[in-house]
């Protein structure tokens, strides 16, 4: 309950603003959709367990393996290991990722023009919290 709270608290919020003024990419297709993922994503997310605040991800595929960053952008550093068990199928992405010692399983489908999903945090095989989120390619 303690890294529940310390990861509350550690979070920032960032105003819908930002994500207004930007343009959506278009809409993967094909055998060439994996590619269209390659980039920065970053937009706010939401969480009954948290404060409203924004992530930022970033893809890369220099050669045949991912290279996946993902960060809670806060005033405080946050405990995050790096993003495991990230795939592409299709319109769909989806990844691990610990972060102040819990198991995140993140969701997302490309719809509308943006990455939207759903991370789900679990510690000790219980959730202890779940997010929402859209993302915007910049």
Known sequence: MIRIAAFTIALVTLGPGH?????PSPEPRGGA???SFVGTWV????SEGAPP???RLVIAKPDTAWRVTLEVVSDQPIAAEEVRE???EGNTLSW???V???ECRTLAK???GGLKGETECSQNGAVAITATFLLIKQ
């Open 110 to 112: 490309y719809e509308g």
């Open 19 to 23: 994500l207004a003024a930007q343009v």
């Open 33 to 35: 959709a994996s590619q």
């Open 96 to 98: 691990v990722q610990d």
């Open 53 to 55: 605040g924004s992530i």
């Open 100 to 102: 102040m010692g819990l």
């Open 43 to 46: 937009g706010p997310y939401q």
């Open 86 to 88: 990230f795939k592409v």
